[in-house]
């Protein structure tokens, strides 16, 4: 059977598959690739928009040998799971043994792995002891098998340089056995969600995000109209108000799934209607208020099929780059039905992170996976990047080596890095030589 993603963008056909269930498998793995003078590439679910998982035609590392907790410091507040488990089993144990991770994206699907080397995040107001920056960020350490059989224990204090370099290592630099995650106590979330005019979105933005811990805003085209939705901590779990179970499937799997999936498709026929149906969208997600366990309020079920690019840009510049890229679509021909997700982040000292030493304000651009992307990426993508932007590393771009490094103060050192721990390039893949180099 083949390797393809998510969104159907990306297929391959590995010459060997391989689910090794134990640290000595997959050094076991790594060997047998250097024999055979193939690849070995890691994947994860395969949530990852680009080919960055691809294994091409050589061996194929799977994750599902090695799930699942292993240990739990509850004095330092860290958690410890093999790399291979996935974002929502971690949330289920975590939840079950009282513990949180402190933020996260919008979907729990990936594998941890998957997540943490493409610089999964999600939103948040400041730095708060790491608590609002992406998934690496809150890393206190991890397991790496190399490029030469190596096994690699990596924290602050053990092979520090490799702990903070690695973090977000796009699988170029080892296999991740096992990830450790400061963590903290359970906790819960309240969601406001409510639509906002464009014109008090951009007069408010600052009060916004500043209103809540966690700020999202979805704009739709071709509108004025945006949906906000703002998340913060409840003082206690007694106080959790979730939504009925009716409301939450007709919500959340009906209209923002089923119904959502349907009109846009039908929409891909018609682009003409497109304008209206975002319109009429918008003012079907109506304003609604409800609480929950956090990992169950962070994220949502992702049923319609779409492509997405996001860029990073310096929080002070975002909402002119959200205004350039409203008169740019304006101005074509495009008709286009999926919201731009806005989100913010705290600066990181992650150095391949899209918020590595800046504020950051994401701005996130989809299409329903029947629709043509290419042309609509290709209009906002210069003016991303003019604005200094960075690609998310597992969302569609066209960005190569030397405009990353442009764009990443430590670029050098990761390569320096790459050379060191992978020097037969075992982890390479097409997607990888484009970002890295040879
Ligand atoms: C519906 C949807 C919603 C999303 N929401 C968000 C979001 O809110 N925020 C956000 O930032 N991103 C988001 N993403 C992007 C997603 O989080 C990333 O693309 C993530 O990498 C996917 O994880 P995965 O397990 O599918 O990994 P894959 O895509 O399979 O692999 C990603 C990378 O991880 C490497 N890898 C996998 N396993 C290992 C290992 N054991 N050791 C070393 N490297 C390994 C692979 O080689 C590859 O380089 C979303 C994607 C989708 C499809």
Redesign the pocket.
């Known amino acids: 059977m083949g390797w393809s ?3 159907g963008l990306e297929h391959a056909s590995p010459s060997r598959v391989v689910a090794p269930t134990s640290v000595e498998g997959v050094v076991a793995a790594v060997e047998a690739a250097r024999t055979a003078g193939t690849t070995l ?9 680009t080919a ?2 691809s294994p091409g035609h050589g061996m194929q ?1 799977l ?1 599902s040998g090695m799930t699942g907790i292993v240990s739990i410091d509850r004095e330092a507040l860290t958690v410890t799971a093999y ?2 488990t996935r974002l929502k089993a971690l949330n289920a144990d975590l939840e079950r043994l009282g513990l949180s991770l402190h933020n996260m ?3 729990a ?3 941890l ?3 943490i ?6 939103t948040g107001r400041r730095q708060n002891g790491h608590s609002y920056a ?1 998934l690496a960020a809150q890393l206190a350490g991890f397991t790496l098998v190399t490029g030469t059989g190596e096994v690699l224990t990596c924290s602050a204090t053990e092979n520090a340089d490799v702990f903070d370099l690695a973090r977000i ?4 630099l ?4 096992t990830v450790t995650f400061r963590v903290e106590p359970l906790f819960a979330l309240e969601a406001v969600e409510q639509p906002m005019p464009w014109a008090d979105f951009h007069r408010d933005f600052e009060a916004l995000v500043d209103s809540a811990d966690h700020v999202d805003a979805y704009w739709f085209p071709h509108t004025d109209r945006l949906l906000t939705k703002r998340n913060s901590r409840l003082a206690s779990l007694d106080e959790i108000a979730p939504l009925s179970r009716t409301r939450a499937w007709f919500d959340d799997d009906f209209l923002q799934n089923t119904a959502f999936g349907a009109l846009t498709a039908a929409a891909n026929l018609a682009p003409g209607v497109i304008p209206r149906m975002n319109r009429m969208n918008a003012s079907l997600l109506a304003a609604r208020t409800y609480s929950d366990v956090a990992h169950r309020v962070f994220t949502t079920e ?1 049923r319609v099929v ?1 492509r ?1 690019m ?1 860029y990073a840009v310096p929080r002070a510049d975002g909402l002119e780059v959200l205004r350039d890229c409203r008169r740019a679509l304006d101005a074509s021909d495009l008709r286009i039905s999926f919201p731009v997700e806005i989100r913010v982040a705290p600066a990181d000292d992650v150095p391949l992170s899209t918020a590595f030493e800046r504020d950051s304000f994401y701005l996130a651009f989809h299409t329903h996976r029947a629709a043509e992307h290419r042309a609509y990426f290709a209009l906002l993508e210069p003016i991303l990047r003019a604005a200094d932007g960075r690609p ?1 590393w ?2 569609v771009h066209t960005q190569d080596s030397a405009a990353l490094a442009a764009s990443y103060r430590r670029f050098d050192e990761v390569l320096a890095l790459r050379d060191r721990l992978d020097p037969d390039r075992v ?1 390479a893949n097409d997607y990888l030589r484009r970002v890295l180099g040879p």
Request: proline share 4%; charged share 15%; hydrophobic share 30%.
């Open positions: 993603n998510w969104s590439k890691p994947s994860g679910t395969g949530h990852s928009f960055i998982a590392l994750p790399a291979g994206g919008d979907i699907e990936q594998t792995a998957g997540a080397s493409t610089g999964t995040h999600g992406g290592g796009l699988g170029a080892g296999v991740l056995a992702r779409f997405e996001e998310h597992g969302k982890f």
